[in-house]
Each structure stands twice: as structure tokens, then as C-alpha cells.
């Protein structure tokens, strides 16, 4: 599987872009980048997954350096409702969505008002 | 939308007995999972379930943990005989065949006294 580094935690302010950035520079050609968020101990929730185009869905945009090394997940207006543990999943399923994630420590958001 | 149930939210047992941890994934998947988050560490992977059988399970999928699914919608998660160890959050995950994306449930707290 390969590595990935995220910061431990980030501040956003209510309203304003949430850039969270991570590294996975040992990521192999058929592995997706996938989010996946955390809320207060919740189930993990889906955000979004990209493989080397950027991506936008109705949470979130996902852009992907053109080498795949690194990536960022964007929400466009944060709001107090997305502070989470934000995880970044290197993940090859053969383009479905079966196997088993590994989860890091992720980026604990805090959207403040 | 759909959902995938887990029950109960919460259990307390004593040590050395017997727990089942209940999930009923999305109707139409066919690729089941246990994930445990142990307070404060990271969401681990457990085991995988297709087709009536263990697909891939972790070196924590010891000989006391076992899964089933006895009825065609029910998913169990059983630990025989439990230590103070295994007091986490369970999650219970399900995936389509040609979705993109895992969906887990609310969990269950397990605490072990």
C-alpha cells in the first residue's frame, strides 16, 4: 500500500475554502487517490476519488498533481458541519470499489465560525 | 438514500464472554467488511466478506473473531470469548460491484469490562 502524509490538523474559517493537502509519492499507476471523512467517531463517509484528472462532485474538488505524488481536496465553503478527520486512501479496486481501505491518521478540520 | 444499519450502538459486556455485533448492509451489495477504531488510533481493517466467505482478513482477525451471514441480509460480527482489548468502535462497511465507494455504518461501542 502506499504512504501517505497529511497534516496532522488545519483550521478553516466558516465560508471560506478548506485546502487539505496530501503526500503519497509512492503511489503505484492503477491506485486512486481516494477522501474519506470522519465525523465526531461517525462511520467514515466517501467524499471523492480521482485516478489522475481533477475531479468535482457536490462535496468536494479533487486536484491531483500531474506526477500523482501529491493532492489536494478543496471544499468551497467550508461550514461548521464539515469539521472532521479528513483521510486520503490510496486505493486500487481494478475500478470498483472492492477491497479493503487503509486508513492513516488523516487531518483533523476544524471549521471555526 | 440507503444506509447500512448496525446494531446495537452500544454494548457492554464482561470479559471472556460471548459478543455479536450486527450489521444489515445495503440491500444490493455483495461485499461486506469489519472495521474497529480503538479510541483515539486509527480505523483498522478487520475482514472481508464475498460470497458466503472470508475474502481477506488482518493479523487482528484472530481465531476468536468470526463473521457470518446467516440469513441473506444480516452480517454478524462474533467475538467468543472478549478481553479488555477489544473494547473499540466497530464498523460494519458494504460495497457494490460496480460502485466506487464503501459505505459504512454508525457503528457499535464495544466496551469490555
Known amino acids: 500500500d502506499a504512504k501517505t502524509t497529511q497534516p496532522p490538523s488545519m483550521d478553516c474559517a466558516e465560508g471560506r475554502a478548506a485546502n487539505l493537502p496530501c503526500n503519497h509519492s509512492?503511489?503505484?499507476?492503477?491506485?486512486?487517490v481516494y477522501w474519506y471523512r470522519q465525523i465526531h467517531s461517525q462511520g467514515p463517509q466517501y467524499i471523492i476519488h480521482?485516478?489522475?484528472n481533477n475531479e468535482t462532485n457536490e462535496m468536494a474538488s479533487l486536484i491531483i498533481t500531474e506526477d500523482r505524488k501529491s493532492s489536494t481536496l478543496i471544499l468551497p465553503h467550508a461550514t461548521l458541519r464539515d469539521t472532521a478527520v479528513y483521510y486520503c486512501?490510496?486505493?486500487?479496486?481494478?475500478?470498483?470499489?472492492?477491497?479493503?481501505?487503509?486508513f492513516g491518521q488523516g487531518t483533523i478540520l476544524t471549521v471555526h465560525p | 438514500e440507503p444506509e447500512v444499519t448496525q446494531t446495537p450502538s452500544h454494548q457492554v459486556t464482561q470479559m471472556g464472554q460471548e459478543v455479536i455485533l450486527r450489521c444489515v448492509p445495503i440491500s444490493n451489495h455483495l461485499y461486506f467488511y469489519w472495521y474497529r477504531q480503538i479510541l483515539g488510533q486509527k480505523v483498522e481493517f478487520l475482514v472481508s466478506?464475498?460470497?458466503?466467505?472470508?475474502?481477506?482478513k488482518s493479523e487482528i482477525f484472530d481465531d476468536q473473531f468470526s463473521v457470518e451471514r446467516p440469513d441473506g441480509s444480516n452480517f454478524t460480527l462474533k467475538i467468543r470469548s472478549t478481553k479488555l482489548e477489544d473494547s473499540a468502535m466497530y464498523f460494519c462497511a458494504s460495497t457494490s460491484p460496480s460502485g466506487t465507494e464503501a459505505f459504512f455504518g454508525q457503528g457499535t461501542r464495544l466496551t469490555v469490562v
Open positions: 480521482g485516478l489522475k
Open positions: 486512501i490510496p486505493f486500487n479496486a481494478g475500478g470498483t470499489s472492492y477491497g479493503k481501505l487503509t
Open positions: 466478506f464475498y460470497n458466503n466467505e472470508i475474502s481477506e
Open positions: 509512492t503511489i503505484s499507476g492503477n491506485e486512486y
